[in-house]
C-alpha cells in the first residue's frame, strides 16, 4: 500500500508539474528580451531565464517534496521550509545553468561556430526549425525528433549541435596529447570500476530450447518444465542431441550461442536468468530448467573465455577523444567558475512561479 502511495504522490506531482511547465511568467510588464543579467558582459533576456526555471521546477519540486514534505499548495513556490524558499533555488539553478550555456555560446561564437547568443537569434531559429518540419510534414516527408519543438526541447537539440560541432573544432585545432598524457589517463581508467577499456569474455553455449506455443495438445506450463527435465537426464545419460530432435522434432529446438562472460549481478531480480546460469557453468556442463517469458530452455558450456583489458594501442584513438573532451569542459568549467555576473533587480525580482 505504501508503494502505491507513493506512486500516486508522484503521479501527482508529475501532474501538477506539468501545468506549472507554463507558469513561469513574470507578473510585471516586462517583455521576454528584457534583458535581465550580463554574463561576462553579454546581455541575457528574461525569456532564457523563464525557459530554465520551467525546466528546473519539476526537480526543485522533487528537492522539496523528498527533504521536506511539502506539498503544491498555492504559496508552494514563496513559503519558507528551514529558510530555504523554492522560487529562490529554482532561480539559483537556473541561474547556474544559464551561466554554463551562455560561456559555452561565447566560446564558440569565438571560435567561429555561432554568431549570434541573443535570445532574439534562439526564437528566429526556432521558428525556422519549426517551419521546416510543418512544411516537410505536408510533402510526406521523413522528420526525426517531435513535429514542432516546444522552446525548451530545441534549445538542448541547438546546445548539442553547437558543442559537438565545438569539440570538433577543438580536436582540430588545439595542442594535442603526447602519448605519455594518453598513458596517464590509460593507466587512471584502468583503476575505475567497470571503465570502458574492459573487454568481456565469451561464452560459447549450446541452447535446446520449447517455447510455450510449441508445447503440444493441452500442456501446461507447468509440464513443459517436467518435459524439459526429462530431456535433461536424457542429456546427461548420454542420449546425443540428434536423437533428442529427432524424438521431439517441431518441439524441441537447437541453436549455438555467444553470450559475454560477465560477473553475475548481485541482484537476483533484475539478473538475466541465461547470464547468470551461463556464467556459472563449467565446460561441458549442462544448466539446470531456465524459464523466460517465451518458453524454458537448457544451455550447455561448450568453450569460455576470460575477458581482458583493451591494449593501449587499441583504445589510442578513444583515449585521445576522451583527453581532448575532458580538456574543453576543464576550460570550460575554469571560464564558469570565473564569470562575471551582474544582475538587473527590478526585472530578476519580478519572475514569479505560479
Keep these: 500500500m505504501k508503494s502505491n502511495r507513493l506512486c500516486f504522490t508522484w503521479i501527482l ?32 533576456a528574461l525569456g532564457e531565464l523563464e525557459l530554465q526555471l520551467q525546466d528546473s521546477a519539476a526537480d526543485v519540486m522533487r528537492y522539496f517534496h523528498e527533504k ?35 560561456v559555452e555560446q561565447m566560446v564558440a561564437k569565438e571560435k567561429g561556430i555561432i554568431s549570434d547568443t541573443s535570445f532574439s537569434s534562439f526564437q528566429a ?12 510534414l505536408s510533402k510526406g516527408q521523413v522528420v526525426y525528433g517531435p513535429k514542432e519543438f516546444r522552446a525548451i526541447e530545441y534549445l538542448s537539440y541547438d546546445r548539442s549541435k553547437m558543442m559537438e560541432q565545438l569539440f570538433a ?74 536423437t533428442i530432435l529427432q524424438n521431439n522434432k517441431g518441439l524441441v529446438t537447437m541453436s549455438d550461442r555467444y553470450i559475454p562472460n560477465v560477473k553475475p549481478s548481485n541482484d537476483l531480480e533484475r539478473q538475466d536468468p541465461l547470464l547468470q546460469q551461463a556464467s556459472m557453468l563449467r565446460v561441458g556442463e549442462l544448466s539446470d530448467v531456465i524459464t523466460d517469458d517465451q518458453g524454458v530452455m537448457l544451455i550447455r558450456c561448450l568453450n569460455k573465455t576470460d575477458g581482458g583489458v583493451v591494449s593501449f594501442d587499441e583504445a589510442r584513438e578513444v583515449l585521445h577523444s576522451m583527453y581532448m573532451e575532458e580538456s574543453l569542459n576543464s576550460m570550460i568549467e575554469d571560464k564558469v567558475l570565473h564569470a562575471s555576473l551582474e544582475v538587473m533587480e527590478d526585472v530578476y525580482s519580478s519572475v514569479k512561479m505560479r
Aim: charged share 30%; with cysteine; hydrophobic share 30%.
Design 68 to 102: 521536506y514534505s511539502a506539498q503544491d499548495s498555492k504559496h508552494f513556490w514563496t513559503d519558507s521550509y528551514q529558510n530555504e524558499i523554492p522560487i529562490e533555488v529554482a532561480k539559483r539553478k537556473a541561474v547556474e545553468k544559464l551561466t554554463r550555456i551562455k
Design 169 to 242: 573544432w577543438y580536436r582540430r585545432n588545439e595542442s594535442q596529447p603526447n602519448r605519455e598524457a594518453l598513458q596517464g589517463l590509460y593507466n587512471k581508467m584502468q583503476q575505475q570500476e567497470n571503465h570502458i577499456l574492459e573487454k568481456p569474455g565469451q561464452i560459447h553455449v549450446q541452447m535446446y530450447r520449447i517455447d510455450w506455443e510449441a508445447k503440444p495438445g493441452a500442456m501446461t506450463q507447468d509440464q513443459v518444465v517436467q518435459f524439459a527435465n526429462t530431456i535433461r537426464s536424457e542429456l546427461t545419460s548420454g542420449r546425443s542431441s540428434e
Design 125 to 136: 531559429k526556432l521558428k525556422s526549425e519549426n517551419q521546416r518540419r510543418t512544411e516537410a
Design 13 to 44: 506531482l508529475l501532474i501538477v508539474t506539468s501545468i506549472l511547465l507554463t507558469g513561469c511568467r513574470k507578473e510585471s510588464s516586462y517583455e521576454a528580451d528584457t534583458t535581465v543579467m550580463r554574463i561576462n558582459g553579454e546581455d541575457v
